[in-house]
């Protein structure tokens, strides 16, 4: 059983920026693909960045290339978002997310993965 915690959210002004972090224990985080989807209210959930285990290989959604960097530290057991410029359409609860999967249509088309975080709130003002 994997437990993912997040922390770094918070309240920021627009073209600000935010480093959020996920600290995993209970299992072997080399070995998970490491993801970071976000909700905002009235919306479905949506795929932010991953970064899988074996190649260290990076998927980002279209909106926030350029402005986010996902990258993980495996001896600390951790993943983090970078999110510069942020926009105030970034908006959302941020979920970390671990998975075992490769594959990319399980961790950025279906997000099927196994164990989630409770997640952390993410506010952009104009």
């Known amino acids: 059983q994997v437990q993912l915690v997040e922390s770094g959210g918070g309240l920021v002004q627009a073209g600000g920026s935010l480093r959020l972090s996920c600290a995993a224990s209970?299992?072997?985080?080399?070995?998970?693909?490491m993801g970071w989807i976000r909700q905002a209210p009235g919306k479905e959930r949506e795929f932010v960045a991953c970064?899988?285990?074996?190649?260290?290989?990076?998927y980002y959604l279209d909106s926030v290339k350029g402005r986010f960097t996902i990258s993980r530290d495996n001896a600390k057991n951790t993943v983090y978002l970078q999110m510069n410029s942020l926009k105030p359409e970034d908006t959302a609860v941020y979920y970390c997310?671990?998975?075992?999967?490769?594959?990319?249509?399980?961790?950025?088309?279906?997000?099927?993965?196994?164990?989630w975080g409770q997640g952390t709130q993410v506010t952009v003002s104009s």
């Open positions: 209970g299992g072997t985080f080399s070995r998970y693909t």
């Open positions: 997310a671990a998975d075992r999967s490769l594959s990319y249509n399980d961790v950025v088309v279906s997000l099927s993965y196994d164990y």
């Open positions: 970064i899988t285990w074996r190649m260290g290989s990076t």
